[in-house]
């Protein structure tokens, strides 16, 4: 049977003996409920059970507005009494999107419903299909981000490499201007000050391109435990007196194929925010390691913030988390700091975290966030490890 099996039928378990009808209204993947006219279930299939997380058996005989939010229940009540009264023909499950729904354990969802008028014996019911709309409304959601990111990539990109020339000619007359000036001249400072400016402007501009996934393109052996200690030491006036700082580096080497620059950039930008976190006082954790990852940890990537663990593949990666005892993030923050552009700060671009995605993205690698308001906050970083293979 194994050779000619059909990969497109479901085989669920049919009411034996019934009729096709129940049989399918059994299997159904969308829940079936019947709801009669005093508002109580009087039937529902094992989907809508599963639906709405109760037991076999659990939905018979509850009344079908515990299933609907508190804040809901006096407009479904009335809109019941007037399916009842004006009803005739069925309601589709695309005509009002999806509306949200309660599960037994009290957690809100979006349901697509469908209702359909039905007769048992001789009085008046309905019929509701309910459909678990929370995936689809997702994958929905991440399209649509996906497409915003890509056209804002796309912007950035152009607006950056023309910058890039105008700012190489901004930069080189500035230098030119100091060469040819004498000491004395009031013409320096400015020159100076023009000099300067333009090279955070570039500064700038890397970080745009980074986002863009147009950065550097070197791919060398990169350590990674080395390249901490180096970006650490580098900072370490930066982040204040009252910030210790903690190392816990791998004792084997962490070696991952890369472009060194763009890397060193990922940490800068999430040790200044560690820091920028702490204003001044905490503790820096940073830990260098390898992991393996598999199917299981790129999964359950959905529950937590995470970037490019869409793309990601499993097997060996190098590790590098940094974590701070700061300020941290409500869930709605979480949700875009990888946005270009998005910052909380007075003076912030909100360019790092976006220029870490794309460096991350370039590697094929992946970053997780853990952080709650006033507990501080974890980046862990994942690029694939340096084999054989790779
Ligand atoms: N370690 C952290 N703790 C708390 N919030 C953070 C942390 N890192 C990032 N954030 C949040 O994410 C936002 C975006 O960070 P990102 O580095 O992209 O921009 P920024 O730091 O605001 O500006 P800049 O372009 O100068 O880096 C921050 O404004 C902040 O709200
Ligand atoms: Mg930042």
């Not at 049919?14 to 009087?42: F, K």
């Not at 007037?82 to 949200?100: D, L, Q, Y």
């Not at 204040?240 to 070696?255: A, K, L, N």
């Not at 790092?352 to 862990?380: D, E, K, M, N, Q």
Request: glycine content about 12%; hydrophobic content about 45%.
């Amino acid at each position: 049977m194994d050779g000619d099996a059909m990969p497109h039928l479901i085989v669920v378990p049919g009411g034996r003996g019934s009729s096709w009808r129940e049989a399918v209204v059994a299997g159904s993947p969308d829940g079936v409920l019947l709801v009669g006219r005093d508002g109580r279930i009087a039937d529902a299939n094992p989907a809508a059970e599963r639906i709405f997380g109760t037991a076999p058996g659990g939905l018979a005989g509850r009344p079908v507005q515990e299933f609907v939010p508190a804040r809901l229940r006096d407009r479904h009540a009335a809109e019941m009494a007037e399916f009842f009264t004006t009803a005739v023909s069925a309601r589709g499950m695309a005509e009002r999107g999806a509306v949200p729904a309660v599960r037994a354990d009290g957690q809100e969802f979006m349901a697509e419903i469908a209702l359909i008028p039905v007769t048992v014996e001789g009085a008046g019911a309905v019929a509701c299909i309910v459909r678990d709309a929370t995936e689809r409304l997702e994958m929905e959601a991440a399209l649509v981000r996906a497409e915003k990111l890509e056209s804002l990539r796309v912007l950035s990109a152009g607006l950056a490499h023309d910058f890039n020339n105008i700012l190489a000619t901004v930069i080189g007359n500035a230098e030119f201007g100091l060469q040819v000036t004498d000491e004395g001249s009031p013409a320096r400072l400015a020159l100076h000050d023009i000099r300067e400016a333009g090279r955070r402007a570039a500064e700038m501009v890397q970080q745009m391109l980074r986002f863009a996934g147009q950065g550097e393109t070197a791919r060398e052996p990169v350590e990674l435990s080395l390249l901490a200690g180096e970006t650490l030491q580098l900072l370490r006036s930066a982040l204040g007196r009252g910030v210790r700082v903690q190392t816990h580096f791998s004792r084997v080497p962490v070696v991952v194929i890369g472009d060194v620059v763009g890397i060193r950039q990922v940490l800068m930008n999430l040790v200044i925010n560690a820091g920028e976190a702490m204003r001044g006082n905490g503790v820096l954790t940073v830990r260098t390691g390898l992991q393996e990852v598999t199917e299981r940890y790129l999964r359950s990537c959905r529950r937590v913030t995470c970037h490019g663990c869409g793309a990601a593949v499993p097997g060996p990666y190098g590790v590098i988390e940094v974590a701070d005892t700061g300020v941290g993030m409500d869930a709605a923050t979480r949700e875009r700091i990888f946005d270009p552009y998005f910052s909380t700060k007075l003076a912030g671009r909100g360019l790092g975290l976006a220029a870490v995605a794309g460096v991350v993205g370039a590697h094929r690698g992946l970053i997780r966030v853990t952080s709650r308001p006033g507990r501080g906050t974890t980046f862990r970083v994942l690029l694939p490890a340096a084999t054989d293979a790779r």
